[in-house]
């Protein structure tokens, strides 16, 4: 990939160049430090071979579908897929893939690594948000694991059902609505013009916090996934957008606080690294003043991929967002009259029937891979699976034994040097009796 320099106050940092990226800003002063390139960098799909079935008309999604077949093949030849993530992965860091390959070694060694979680995209997340600290990234992860089991995360789509969602909307507008240049999907939030007194009339802060969980959840297992197909290359972060109109310091109260608290917590530990830009438009004097308050809770991390723009931000989201994925309250041409506004459509990928069928048909041949082809006998692919991570297994649990069998050896051979030493401390004091005998014989004789 070709590589470009992106100058920030603090850091130059370099990153590879892909057709489709957005331009960076270019001015001094704009941006602060940032440690690390884009999280999709390295994601990308590989090269489409020459010999790959004509498109349709109508494009490369379509023609997919005109091949289901295909699909599977191809699918079984990457192996068994154990998520959606590594199926539509894309191109690896090497250096990466060693400190991910390491990092889950040791929690399979540990017993500490469940196979829901057991994928490479989520691990490298927590890595690099600990600046790839094994043992702070350990941590977080563990904690992370931790609370998805405590707040039920795993099973929040199918049991959660929000039904105040219309009327939390007209209290509190926001939603996702479109993708960006590169293909990431853009969140939008109207702060200003947000009512929380009315909002706490029609659910509870526990509610709403459980439903931005939910999103949280959607967003990696659905949006990202519809992205990539539309885009060829692997999307895991989001664009964002907060309009804070008319928003100071009044705007920040106890139940405010408690909300922006809980969430900032739950997006930063268990949700890292899913933040690609955050762009906070309209921001008067008595917002700056609050921002002073709200950006000491924040990481540098976090910072660093903020920018606080006032009226004039146009030029700054074009730059990012084509006209047509802004609604036109933000300078884009969209209004999603069809579904009373752009932050109840839902709009993206996601909801296209053409990548829907994709989706459905690589979860179909994941379960095909799992459950075997042939009236429930294992496929060819998935006994060579099996036999494989059964062999991983095995020489994870010597490894495990190896391992122990040292630390008892050196146990006992520092207690074997303890009792060495004693032995010689006696021997000493004996050799110093015995002279001392000697010499009293001596005396005696004279």
């Given at each position: 990939?070709?590589?470009?320099?992106?100058?920030?106050?603090d850091?130059?940092?370099?990153r590879?160049?892909?057709?489709?990226?957005?331009?960076?800003?270019?001015?001094?002063?704009?941006?602060t430090?940032?440690?690390?390139?884009?999280?999709?960098?390295?994601?990308?799909?590989?090269?489409?071979?020459?010999?790959?079935?004509?498109s349709s008309?109508?494009?490369?999604i379509?023609?997919?579908?005109?091949?289901?077949?295909?699909?599977?093949?191809?699918?079984?030849?990457?192996?068994?897929?154990?998520?959606?993530?590594?199926?539509?992965?894309?191109?690896?860091?090497?250096?990466?893939e060693?400190?991910?390959?390491?990092f889950?070694?040791?929690?399979?060694?540990?017993?500490?690594?469940?196979?829901?979680?057991?994928?490479?995209?989520?691990l490298l997340?927590?890595?690099?948000?600990?600046?790839f600290?094994?043992?702070?990234?350990?941590?977080?992860?563990?904690?992370y694991?931790?609370?998805?089991?405590?707040?039920?995360?795993?099973?929040?789509?199918?049991?959660?059902?929000?039904?105040?969602?219309?009327?939390?909307?007209?209290?509190?507008?926001?939603?996702?609505?479109?993708?960006?240049?590169?293909?990431?999907?853009?969140?939008?939030?109207?702060?200003?013009?947000?009512?929380?007194?009315?909002?706490?009339?029609?659910?509870?802060?526990?509610?709403?916090?459980?439903?931005?969980?939910?999103?949280?959840?959607?967003?990696?297992?659905?949006?990202?996934?519809?992205?990539?197909?539309?885009?060829?290359?692997?999307?895991?972060s989001t664009?964002?957008?907060?309009?804070?109109?008319?928003?100071?310091?009044?705007?920040?109260?106890?139940?405010?606080?408690?909300?922006?608290?809980?969430?900032?917590?739950?997006?930063?530990?268990?949700?890292?690294?899913?933040?690609?830009?955050?762009?906070?438009?309209?921001?008067?004097?008595?917002?700056?003043?609050?921002?002073?308050?709200?950006?000491?809770?924040?990481?540098?991390?976090?910072?660093?991929?903020?920018?606080?723009?006032?009226?004039?931000?146009?030029?700054?989201?074009?730059?990012?967002?084509?006209p047509?994925n802004?609604?036109?309250?933000?300078?884009?041409n969209?209004?999603?009259?069809?579904y009373?506004?752009?932050?109840?459509?839902?709009k993206?990928?996601?909801?296209?029937?053409?990548i829907?069928?994709?989706?459905?048909?690589?979860?179909?041949?994941?379960?095909?891979?799992?459950?075997?082809?042939?009236?429930?006998?294992?496929?060819?692919?998935?006994?060579?699976?099996d036999?494989?991570?059964?062999?991983?297994?095995?020489?994870?649990?010597?490894?495990?034994?190896?391992?122990?069998?040292?630390?008892?050896?050196?146990?006992?051979?520092?207690?074997?040097?303890?009792?060495?030493?004693?032995?010689?401390?006696?021997?000493?004091?004996?050799?110093?009796?015995?002279?001392?005998?000697?010499?009293?014989?001596?005396?005696?004789?004279?």
């Amino acid at each position: 990939m070709n590589k470009l320099k992106e100058t920030y106050r603090d850091i130059i940092i370099s990153r590879g160049s892909e057709e489709g990226e957005e331009s960076t800003a270019k001015r001094s002063g704009e941006w602060t430090k940032l440690k690390h390139p884009p999280i999709e960098t390295y994601w990308l799909f590989p090269p489409e071979k020459e010999d790959k079935a004509p498109s349709s008309p109508k494009g490369g999604i379509k023609s997919l579908l005109n091949y289901p077949i295909k699909i599977r093949d191809s699918l079984k030849g990457i192996g068994r897929s154990k998520s959606m993530q590594v199926v539509l992965q894309g191109a690896r860091d090497p250096k990466d893939e060693q400190l991910v390959q390491s990092f889950r070694e040791m929690l399979l060694l540990e017993g500490q690594l469940p196979p829901k979680h057991n994928d490479y995209h989520t691990l490298l997340r927590f890595l690099r948000m600990r600046d790839f600290d094994i043992s702070k990234s350990k941590e977080m992860f563990l904690n992370y694991l931790k609370w998805c089991a405590d707040y039920g995360v795993d099973t929040i789509l199918k049991e959660f059902k929000f039904e105040e969602y219309a009327e939390v909307k007209k209290f509190y507008p926001h939603g996702y609505h479109g993708v960006d240049k590169f293909g990431r999907p853009i969140y939008i939030e109207r702060i200003g013009m947000v009512d929380l007194n009315a909002l706490l009339q029609v659910t509870t802060v526990e509610r709403f916090i459980r439903h931005h969980v939910s999103e949280q959840e959607k967003t990696l297992s659905f949006r990202y996934p519809s992205c990539s197909i539309a885009a060829k290359r692997h999307i895991a972060s989001t664009t964002s957008i907060l309009d804070v109109t008319g928003v100071g310091m009044s705007n920040f109260s106890k139940p405010a606080r408690y909300l922006f608290m809980e969430i900032l917590k739950i997006d930063s530990n268990y949700y890292p690294e899913t933040l690609h830009r955050l762009f906070i438009i309209n921001a008067g004097s008595a917002f700056r003043m609050l921002w002073k308050v709200v950006k000491a809770f924040l990481d540098a991390r976090t910072l660093a991929k903020i920018q606080v723009l006032g009226s004039n931000y146009f030029s700054n989201l074009h730059e990012l967002i084509d006209p047509s994925n802004l609604p036109s309250f933000l300078g884009g041409n969209c209004t999603c009259s069809d579904y009373g506004g752009c932050l109840f459509s839902d709009k993206g990928p996601w909801n296209n029937p053409e990548i829907k069928e994709v989706l459905q048909a690589v979860s179909a041949t994941e379960e095909v891979d799992t459950l075997g082809g042939n009236g429930g006998e294992p496929s060819e692919m998935g006994i060579v699976q099996d036999q494989e991570d059964s062999k991983y297994e095995e020489n994870l649990i010597r490894n495990k034994l190896a391992s122990e069998k040292i630390v008892a050896f050196e146990a006992a051979l520092d207690e074997t040097k303890m009792k060495i030493e004693a032995l010689a401390a006696a021997l000493e004091d004996t050799k110093m009796a015995l002279k001392g005998l000697a010499q009293h014989i001596e005396d005696l004789k004279n």
